[in-house]
């Protein structure tokens, strides 16, 4: 005996073909009753594995900065979560994903398509491996999406305007401890969140070195920067306006957060540089432009800039060996260059 349903709800011609299906079952060896119960189960984990629930669950388990985890919940909940939220994350599929890309795309918004693609990748290699899906449909649209212009960082590399650059800051009438970021940037060069998140703890000044551990890098791998006689010199003064607590750089309104991120923008504006000619994320391409013209080794710059090598060998190797003897040199000659523009001599340092 087999309960059909409810009588007029399931009328007798439904009831005569759920019947025959189920003498079917029992055909071929099955009890109808075993496979409804499993037909249902499979139908409450779908429900419980939607994308929304999914990519949530992904959330919660991610160990990064809250910027990161902000950006991740605003993209995921703002752009895929209303288009796809509700469908079982088993069931999506490249044209389902696509669908919703592109209402992202034809808002005139690439860049930020190209990123919920990214991010809904994770979560689809999240739930691979929990075992709440067999695939990852973002594979499949690779260049299907429009791809964003490539935006290059303002920055100064003309010697003469660097040198105007630094005798500006050096004349900086703000806040001391953002006139020291501002003077510190060009001789480091590292991404303007790596300068301001800085701690006492990462610096060896008497070994002139800068150890910025992996969960703060872009890349998360640990760096070394070594530090030029200048830039030992402005640590120096600054430890003894916030060295006796955690933070480098700390934030005017209190000493346990770093700066704000806009701080050092903001104050290349105060000293009348656009956003079109200056950022704090341009010392990054003065140092590689000027260093790369000056004849040092593309690797050591590289390096020293911590980006990531494509060839999966030679990123092994630079890893590696570093070329740490060579960028020691190299940062010290590029403070001492830099000094000869602020004072605006005719001096070249080449390697």
Not at 102 to 112: D, N, P, Q, Y
Not at 179 to 184: G, M, N, T, V, Y
Not at 267 to 282: D, V
């Amino acid at each position: 005996m087999l309960s059909l349903g409810r009588y007029p709800e399931i009328s007798l011609k439904k009831a005569r073909e759920l019947r025959d299906q189920n003498r079917g079952l029992l055909t071929e060896g099955r009890d109808p009753s075993r496979a409804r119960q499993e037909e249902s189960a499979a139908s409450r984990v779908a429900s419980d594995n939607t994308f929304r629930t999914v990519a949530r669950e992904w959330m919660k388990r991610q160990q990064v900065s809250k910027t990161t985890a902000d950006k991740n919940r605003w993209l995921l909940e703002k752009y895929a979560i209303p288009e796809i939220g509700a469908i079982p994350i088993a069931e999506i599929g490249p044209r389902e994903l696509l669908r919703a890309l592109r209402k992202v795309e034809a808002s005139g918004k690439l860049e930020t398509a190209q990123r919920v693609r990214v991010k809904c990748g994770q979560v689809f290699r999240y739930a691979i491996i929990e075992g709440k899906a067999d695939t990852d449909p973002t594979q499949a649209l690779r260049g299907a999406l429009k791809q964003p212009a490539v935006r290059h960082h303002a920055t100064i590399t003309e010697p003469k305007k660097i040198g105007a650059l630094l005798r500006a800051i050096d004349g900086f009438d703000g806040h001391a401890v953002t006139q020291a970021a501002l003077r510190l940037a060009p001789l480091v060069f590292v991404r303007p969140g790596e300068l301001r998140k800085a701690e006492w703890n990462e610096f060896d000044l008497e070994g002139s070195e800068w150890r910025i551990p992996a969960h703060r890098m872009k890349m998360k791998a640990a760096h070394l920067v070594p530090l030029s006689q200048q830039a030992v010199e402005i640590l120096g003064e600054l430890k003894r306006l916030t060295g006796a607590g955690r933070l480098v750089f700390p934030s005017i309104r209190t000493l346990t957060r770093p700066m704000s991120e806009n701080t050092v923008n903001a104050a290349l504006r105060r000293l009348g540089y656009t956003k079109n000619e200056m950022t704090g994320h341009g010392f990054r391409a003065m140092a590689s432009s000027r260093l790369n013209e000056m004849g040092w080794s593309p690797d050591a710059i590289e390096r020293q800039l911590a980006h990531a090598e494509s060839n999966k060998v030679r990123a092994a190797y630079t890893h590696a060996a570093e070329y740490l003897k060579e960028r020691r040199a190299m940062m010290q000659a590029w403070a001492d260059y830099l000094d000869s523009l602020r004072a605006d001599d005719e001096v070249v340092a080449f390697n």
